[in-house]
């Protein structure tokens, strides 16, 4: 019975991310480029050819582990600041909180390339108000510093935005959550003489488990698959393409170089690699699942 109520789900997305994915795949098994696309040459079958020459590349594998890099310091970095403040939010006033909410959903809600833009000009080298209050304050390294030509500091820069506008989907879902959980359960345990740490990690957590789970495998998803934030506040990339992750690896490869076969074979393969970290992540936490109940 559950299954039918699925169903009209199911089936719309299917129809609308079902076909994508297949062209997707189609795509990546052709020598595709400029000359195929406008109809000027054939299409040339490769099988897995674009696979291996990507595999085969050194740059593919520096791109893919500076993606599973940034990915995790913005899962984590949301993770961290959506369930601290969510507990922040339980033990404050409700004016307060209106006004937490109401921030956090304003940050949720800006557009990806305006959010991008903002953090671009409060950091700008000569003009941003980030340099002009640490120079104020006596840090006098940060005149006219550039936070986007170092490598590692143009990621700390964009995960910083991206942590910004992802932690307001966790805070919004754990809070939930927490406020669900009846204060009985709490009471409880503190007269059974559990610490607060105690009470959080035994009772709490297991309950919030679902909870955090949807969080997680979200903020995984989104988080892997950053494409504006990088390609706004980096310029495409950074200097030498050192900012470089997966989605713009496989913009650049498409729509820059025209290799539209490279560039397909690097979405079928972040595909994989989702579908991957998820199941795997699920799985885990289910295993986790069944040792609390035993």
Same mark, same amino acid.
């Not at 199911?10 to 098994?29: D, E, F, K, N």
């Not at 991008?116 to 002009?132: A, I, K, P």
């Not at 490598?151 to 919004?172: D, H, M, N, Q, T």
């Not at 003489?193 to 995984?220: D, E, H, K, N």
């Given at each position: 019975?559950?299954?039918?109520?699925?169903?009209?789900?199911?089936?719309?997305?299917?129809?609308?991310?079902?076909?994508?994915?297949?062209?997707?795949?189609? %795509?990546? +098994?052709?020598?595709?480029?400029?000359?195929? @696309?406008?109809?000027?040459?054939? #299409?040339? /079958? &490769?099988? *897995?050819?674009?696979?291996?020459?990507?595999?085969?590349?050194?740059?593919?594998?520096?791109?893919?582990?500076?993606?599973?890099?940034?990915?995790?310091?913005?899962?984590?970095?949301?993770?961290?600041?959506? %369930?601290? +403040?969510?507990?922040?939010?339980?033990?404050? @006033?409700?004016?307060?909180?209106? #006004?937490? /909410? &109401?921030? *956090?959903?304003?940050?949720?809600?800006?557009?990806?390339?305006?959010?991008?833009?903002?953090?671009?000009?409060?950091?700008?080298?000569?003009?941003?108000?980030?340099?002009?209050?640490?120079?104020?304050?006596? %840090?006098?390294?940060?005149?006219?510093?550039?936070?986007?030509?170092?490598?590692?500091?143009?990621?700390?820069?964009?995960? *910083?935005?991206?942590?910004?506008?992802?932690?307001?989907?966790?805070?919004?879902?754990?809070?939930?959550?927490?406020?669900?959980?009846?204060?009985?359960?709490?009471?409880?345990?503190?007269?059974?003489?559990?610490?607060?740490?105690?009470?959080?990690?035994?009772?709490?957590?297991?309950?919030?488990?679902?909870?955090?789970?949807?969080?997680?495998?979200?903020?995984?998803?989104?988080?892997?698959?950053?494409?504006?934030?990088?390609?706004?506040?980096?310029?495409?990339?950074?200097?030498?393409?050192?900012?470089?992750?997966?989605?713009?690896?496989?913009?650049?490869?498409?729509?820059?170089?025209?290799?539209?076969?490279?560039?397909?074979?690097?979405?079928?393969?972040?595909?994989?690699?989702?579908?991957?970290?998820?199941?795997?992540?699920?799985?885990?936490?289910?295993?986790?699942?069944?040792?609390?109940?035993?």
């Amino acid at each position: 019975m559950a299954l039918l109520y699925l169903a009209p789900a199911a089936l719309l997305l299917i129809a609308m991310m079902g076909y994508p994915l297949y062209q997707l795949v189609q %795509i990546s +098994l052709y020598e595709y480029g400029q000359a195929q @696309a406008s109809g000027g040459a054939p #299409l040339e /079958f &490769l099988g *897995a050819g674009n696979y291996l020459e990507l595999l085969g590349d050194e740059r593919f594998w520096v791109v893919l582990l500076q993606t599973c890099a940034f990915a995790a310091v913005c899962v984590l970095g949301s993770l961290a600041a959506g %369930i601290g +403040l969510a507990v922040l939010a339980t033990r404050i @006033a409700p004016l307060p909180r209106i #006004l937490l /909410f &109401l921030a *956090a959903i304003g940050a949720w809600a800006t557009p990806a390339v305006a959010g991008s833009t903002v953090w671009l000009f409060l950091f700008d080298q000569d003009f941003g108000l980030v340099n002009e209050v640490l120079t104020g304050i006596g %840090i006098s390294a940060a005149e006219g510093m550039s936070w986007t030509y170092d490598k590692y500091l143009a990621f700390g820069l964009v995960a *910083a935005e991206v942590i910004w506008c992802s932690f307001p989907f966790v805070l919004v879902t754990t809070y939930a959550g927490l406020t669900g959980i009846p204060g009985e359960i709490v009471e409880a345990a503190a007269l059974d003489g559990a610490s607060t740490w105690r009470t959080a990690r035994s009772v709490l957590l297991p309950m919030l488990r679902p909870v955090l789970l949807i969080a997680t495998v979200q903020s995984i998803i989104w988080d892997f698959k950053v494409f504006t934030q990088i390609y706004v506040m980096t310029n495409g990339g950074g200097v030498a393409g050192q900012n470089m992750v997966l989605n713009v690896y496989a913009y650049q490869e498409a729509f820059a170089a025209s290799n539209y076969g490279t560039g397909s074979a690097i979405g079928v393969v972040m595909t994989a690699l989702l579908l991957v970290i998820t199941l795997g992540y699920l799985r885990a936490q289910r295993r986790n699942g069944t040792e609390v109940l035993a």
